[in-house]
Structures are given as structure tokens and as C-alpha cells.
């Protein structure tokens, strides 16, 4: 039995930085036999910048970090994440999986171990600033060391064009990729329209490496953070095929609607949207109806946008509701609700709603004043019968 589940448990590790201590060493040290089957460590912290810092304790979090990197057999890992557990209060830090969150000593030490112990890890995380710990050549990709990567994680400030050339020549050394999640560090929005020229900035560096363009990025998943798009949407489909695009998120972006309107005649056959937090100065109201109705049949919907009204037009929704596993919907009340539910949506796993309001004879008969959420949505139709907890 211990032969069988053993590489089953292990093969999935996620260790939360505060047990990033003695007694994990000291696990590390008597060679646990699960150590050899981990395939894809997690690192969560809901401080990142803090870590590597001695009075946070951090020295011994780095020790016990490296000693479990060094004691998973070499190039066995395929997927390193330190992972920043996103908050909504703390939305202008990085909410991306970056890899490794503090510019110390310990930094370099666990840059070196991945690089050159685990050379199959499949993802790479690049936070800007934090390598300034080690010299340009040092770090400097050449042939084909991540021919392999399919996943790049990106946090750089706008303004540190260092950094965005950096990412450029990682676009450059990255043919396989497939993934990209890049956030931000924006001027303050809507400051004489900074953030628009900086979007241009970013957008022109990162993807044109030295001497020559990098060559269209083909993704299957795309996520953007505190992008500003009024200026830059051209540009940035221009770089990014996106005809096979099965994942889309956009995270507290500035001026979503022309990238909207660019993408919209792709017909993308999205598996799942997320569009959360935009900030917008001047709104099409239509804009993000119209390109709903574009997709191919969605699986998850993720919509926490309020000022915008799909309410009016019940057909914006009506052709995902079949197909829909997963709704979040987050509105504000005081302007009403932004779409209407009424169709049975039979696949329906997982449903969240807020700022709705409820007619009366949507709920059950009967004189309680409070009803199972299952029963709610079984008399809506939402629900499959098999479906138990919520």
C-alpha cells in the first residue's frame, strides 16, 4: 500500500512558508521517501515580500527551502511555484505566482538550485527588481535551456525598462510557450494619460528582443493584470496569437473595451473568462455583451464588473447556459442587477451571486424563513439532482 500511494501523495507538494521550519528540516535531513516522487512543489506565503528578511525568521525559511530543493532528486521537479495567494485589499501587489519574492542572498542560492538542479520545470516566474541580487550575465539565457518552458509568470514595473527587456529575451528563448500571466506595476491611473504611454512603452520593448521581433506568442492561456489597453490593443494582438485561446483573464485592466473589439471577430472558443476589477473612463456599454455572445459556449464565467448592463439584453448569456460548470457574478446592488438568470443550466456546479435580488415566488413554498441553498437552486433549474454540497 505505502509503495502505491506513496508517489500519489507526494506528487503535489504544497507547503505553506510558515512550515518552513526546524521540523521540516529535520524531515529533509532523514531522507523522507516521499521526497524522491515530488514532481510539483508549491511554495504559498501571504507575505512575499518579507521573506528572506532575519527579523520575519525567513534565513531559516530559506535554509529549509534549499535543503528541499536539494534533496529532490535532480530534474525530477517539472513545476516550481512560489505562489502570493492573491488578496482583493492588496490587488496593486502582485497577485501572480512569482518566483522568488525578496532580493537577498537567498534568492541567488535558490535561482541557482532550480536552474541548474531542475532543469525540466516546465514554468518560469520572473519578478522584476528581484534579480538585480545578480549580474545581467549571469542570469542571461542562451540555446535551448528553456526551449521546454510552457509557462511564463511576469511581474515588472512599467518604468524599469531593464527588467521588460529581460522578459523580452525570455519570449525569445521560450518557443514553447503557451501560457503567459504578466501584471503590471502601472502609473496611477488616468495621471494625464501616463498609463497609456507606458502600456506602449512595455508592449514595444517586451516583445521585440534586440535585433530582431520575437515572433507571434500562440497561447492557449492569458492573463493580464493592470494593463492599460486604450492604446495598445493592435499592438498587443499583433504579438499574441490568439485564434487558440482557451483561457482569458483580465484583472483590474484600464480600458478593456478595445482589446474587446479586437479579439471579438476571432470567434474565440473559450473554455473559461474572467473579467474582474476594470477601471474605465470611457465605457461601451456594449462592448463586453457583444463580445460574450462572440464565444463559443463557455464552461466558467467569472464577471465582477459593476456599471456595465447585461440585463437588458437576456440573449447576451442565453447560449452558455448549457454548457456553464462554474458562474461567479459580483454586482452592486445600488445600480441593479447587470444580467438576468432564467435559463435551466443543467451542468451547473458551482454558482456565486452577489447584489441580486430575489423575486418572491423564486423561492420554495412553505413558511421558513431560511431554505437550503441546494433546494434554491434545484427549484431554479440550475442544478443537477446529483449534485449534494455546495
Not at 313 to 336: A, F, I, K, M, N
Request: proline share 6%; charged share 25%; net charge negative.
Amino acid at each position: 500500500m505505502q509503495q502505491l500511494v506513496t508517489p500519489l501523495l507526494y506528487k503535489n507538494m504544497e507547503i505553506f512558508e510558515e512550515h518552513l521550519n526546524s521540523g521540516l528540516l529535520k524531515t529533509i535531513e532523514a531522507g523522507h521517501p516521499g521526497l524522491p516522487q515530488v514532481r510539483n512543489l508549491y511554495i504559498k506565503s501571504f507575505q512575499p515580500w518579507n521573506f528572506g528578511e532575519p527579523h520575519h525568521g525567513a534565513s531559516l525559511q530559506s535554509r529549509v527551502l534549499d535543503c528541499l530543493v536539494h534533496a529532490i532528486p535532480r530534474d525530477s521537479l517539472t513545476r516550481f511555484e512560489y505562489d502570493t495567494i492573491y488578496d482583493r485589499g492588496r490587488k496593486r501587489l502582485p497577485n501572480l505566482r512569482v518566483r522568488v519574492p525578496h532580493d537577498t542572498r537567498d534568492y541567488a542560492s535558490l535561482y541557482f538550485a532550480l536552474r541548474h538542479r531542475q532543469a525540466k520545470v516546465c514554468n518560469y516566474q520572473h519578478l522584476g527588481g528581484a534579480e538585480k541580487c545578480l549580474s545581467r550575465s549571469t542570469i542571461a539565457f542562451s540555446g535551448d535551456k528553456l526551449a521546454h518552458v510552457t509557462s511564463v509568470q511576469v511581474f515588472v514595473h512599467a518604468y524599469y525598462y531593464d527588467d521588460i527587456d529581460l522578459v523580452s529575451s525570455i519570449f525569445a528563448c521560450t518557443p514553447a510557450l503557451r501560457s503567459l500571466d504578466l501584471e503590471l506595476g502601472m502609473p496611477d491611473l488616468f495621471d494625464d494619460g501616463e498609463c497609456c504611454d507606458s502600456a506602449i512603452d512595455v508592449a514595444q520593448r517586451m516583445f521585440h528582443h534586440e535585433s530582431k521581433m520575437v515572433q507571434p506568442i500562440r497561447l492557449k492561456s492569458l492573463r493580464m493584470t493592470s494593463m492599460c489597453f486604450r492604446l495598445v490593443s493592435r499592438m498587443l494582438t499583433t504579438n499574441l496569437d490568439l485564434k487558440d485561446l482557451k483561457h482569458l483573464q483580465l484583472i483590474s485592466c484600464t480600458e478593456i473595451d478595445p482589446f474587446l473589439h479586437e479579439i471579438q471577430p476571432l470567434g474565440l472558443h473559450l473554455s473559461s473568462l474572467c473579467i474582474a476589477f476594470p477601471e474605465q473612463e470611457d465605457m461601451d456599454y456594449r462592448a463586453l455583451p457583444n463580445f460574450i455572445r462572440s464565444l463559443k459556449p463557455l464552461k466558467r464565467l467569472t464577471l465582477d464588473y459593476s456599471g456595465i448592463d447585461l440585463y437588458e439584453d437576456c440573449e447576451t448569456l442565453r447560449p452558455h447556459y448549457s454548457s456553464l460548470e462554474s458562474l461567479r457574478v459580483d454586482d452592486d446592488p445600488r445600480q441593479g442587477p447587470m444580467m438576468s438568470i432564467f435559463e435551466p443550466a443543467p451542468n451547473l456546479d458551482q454558482l456565486a451571486l452577489s447584489g441580486f435580488n430575489l423575486e418572491d415566488d423564486w423561492l420554495p413554498a412553505g413558511s421558513a424563513p431560511f431554505y437550503d441553498v441546494h433546494d434554491l437552486l434545484v427549484r431554479a433549474g440550475y442544478v443537477r439532482a446529483s449534485c449534494s454540497s455546495y
